[in-house]
């Protein structure tokens, strides 16, 4: 079966970079997604990367895949304040359709004035 | 363009109450499914629906029923509510055949007494 691991805090200064890591289990895993959950509102898609990508980069957010190691990264340059929320990993399982995602418990990262 | 809206935004319920959780997309969205977020738990899945007059069970259907008579909603049904139930429950809806992610509603904060 599938899974995708995170590890549950992040503490950062703000200005200073992020860097939020998640691991899966699939090795057939076509799509990688981040969310950002907010306090009180539901999920949002930040970005996602094909598995055929080594690298996205959109703004202060870069996605780094290691394949190999079925391990993703989010890095987020600058972080500010209004960074602060939770940070979900998601796969595609390829034993599914493409339209079902398996999600990781989270990230909660704390920008610190 | 509304996305996915959910009602009601809260609700408290006494056990073993019946009520439904209203779901619905205007993006003519094929998929549509259920989750509940709890701390430490991450998302979980209750629900799914490819179509109209098709559902399916996620990881934890116990206590839950949804029918699916339209695209456009997804309504989710506690038959008799426990006070393990108490939860935020997030719909969320994608077309089928592309990956780009799923567009959630804000979620509803069900508290049972």
């Known amino acids: 079966g599938e899974d995708v691991e995170q590890s549950l805090f992040l503490s950062v200064r703000e200005g200073d970079s992020s860097v939020i890591n998640c691991t899966y289990t699939?090795?057939?895993?076509?799509?990688l997604y981040w969310y950002k959950q907010e306090p009180g509102a539901g999920l949002q898609l930040l970005t996602y990367i094909f598995s055929n990508m080594d690298m996205k980069q959109d703004q202060r957010l870069t996605v780094l895949l290691n394949k190999k190691d079925k391990h993703l990264s989010l890095r987020i340059a600058d972080t500010q304040t209004g960074d602060s929320a939770i940070y979900f990993c998601?796969?595609?399982?390829?034993?599914?359709?493409?339209?079902?995602?398996?999600f990781g418990k989270g990230t909660l990262l704390t920008v610190n004035p | 363009n509304a996305g996915v809206t959910q009602t009601p935004k809260f609700q408290v319920l006494k056990t073993g109450q019946s009520m439904t959780l209203q779901c619905a997309q205007d993006?003519?969205?094929?998929?549509m499914s259920w989750y509940r977020q709890d701390p430490g738990m991450g998302l979980r899945l209750i629900h799914y629906s490819v179509g109209a007059g098709i559902t399916d069970q996620g990881e934890v259907p116990n206590g839950y029923n949804v029918s699916r008579s339209t695209t456009e909603d997804f309504p989710l049904r506690l038959l008799s509510a426990a006070p393990s139930q108490t939860s935020v429950y997030f719909c969320?809806?994608?077309?089928?055949?592309?990956?780009?992610?799923?567009?959630f509603g804000s979620g509803t904060r069900l508290t049972v007494v």
């Open positions: 969320a809806s994608s077309p089928l055949g592309v990956s780009y992610g799923y567009t």
């Open positions: 699939d090795s057939s895993s076509t799509y």
């Open positions: 998601a796969e595609t399982y390829s034993g599914g359709s493409n339209y079902k995602l398996t």
């Open positions: 993006m003519n969205h094929e998929y």
